[in-house]
């Protein structure tokens, strides 16, 4: 099956600086690829989504690249806030309305 | 849009009975509902797949006959932690398709079970 792997483990970076988590998938089936964002004791809220068609997706201050050949896909957060503290999964999913293979997760800390 | 709910949000219950978790989608129809389970400072590990009208995919290593799926609608999903023990208690998490979206799986507010 899928392996998901993600880094690193937690991050910390100083208001207004840029933070990036990088993931791996093995599978090159894999063709839909979304981060959530998860604060302490919430339900996971997806952020920004790519699908296999396209190499890079923009939405403000986030955006996220994919490269296939590679199998690997990163969350690029630019100019943080302390709002932005929370742990962040990557996720991989072979085809609509399939299960999703989760990274272990990447606890940001942005500090003030 | 795309609200997902699960009642109830907290639990806590003796060893050897069993709980029902709630999970609904409030403002679209459902093509599938997944079930999770998320232990303190860790990941997201999916239980089972659940489709309307149709048996459960479990995930290996999941007991089937200990954690109950029933999708009796295409905005509802259960689940029943059967003969519950203090080695179930975490943290339970749904999440839903949008019927006729593109995969995307927006999540339930999740339940934290304690047993006691």
């Known amino acids: 099956g899928e392996n998901v792997e993600q880094h690193p483990s937690t991050l910390s970076v100083q208001e207004g600086d840029s933070a990036v988590i990088k993931c791996t998938y093995s599978?090159?089936?894999?063709?839909?690829f979304p981060w959530y964002k998860q604060e302490l004791g919430k339900r996971p809220q997806l952020i920004i989504d790519i699908r296999s068609n396209v190499g890079e997706k923009k939405d403000q201050r986030i955006a996220v690249t994919l490269n296939k050949t590679a199998k690997h896909f990163s969350l690029h957060i630019t100019e943080t806030q302390p709002e932005d503290s929370a742990v962040y999964f990557c996720a991989a999913s072979m085809g609509n309305f399939n299960k999703f293979y989760f990274g272990s997760g990447t606890k940001l800390n942005v500090k003030p | 849009g795309a609200v997902v709910s699960q009642h109830p949000s907290r639990v806590i219950c003796k060893s050897g009975t069993s709980v029902k978790i709630e999970c609904r989608s409030l403002?679209?129809?459902?093509?599938?509902m997944f079930w999770y389970r998320q232990f303190p400072k860790q990941s997201l590990m999916l239980m089972a797949t659940?489709?309307?009208?149709?048996?459960?995919?479990?995930e290996q290593g999941v007991e089937k006959d200990k954690f109950l799926i029933n999708h009796a609608s295409l905005t509802l999903s259960t689940l029943t932690v059967t003969s519950a023990h203090p080695e179930d208690s975490s943290f339970y998490i749904c999440?839903?398709?949008?019927?006729?979206?593109?995969?995307?799986?927006?999540f339930g507010p999740g339940t934290r079970l304690t047993v006691t």
């Open positions: 403002d679209f129809q459902a093509t599938t």
């Open positions: 599978d090159s089936a894999s063709n839909y």
């Open positions: 659940s489709n309307e009208g149709s048996k459960a995919t479990y």
């Open positions: 999440s839903a398709n949008i019927r006729g979206g593109a995969g995307e799986q927006y």
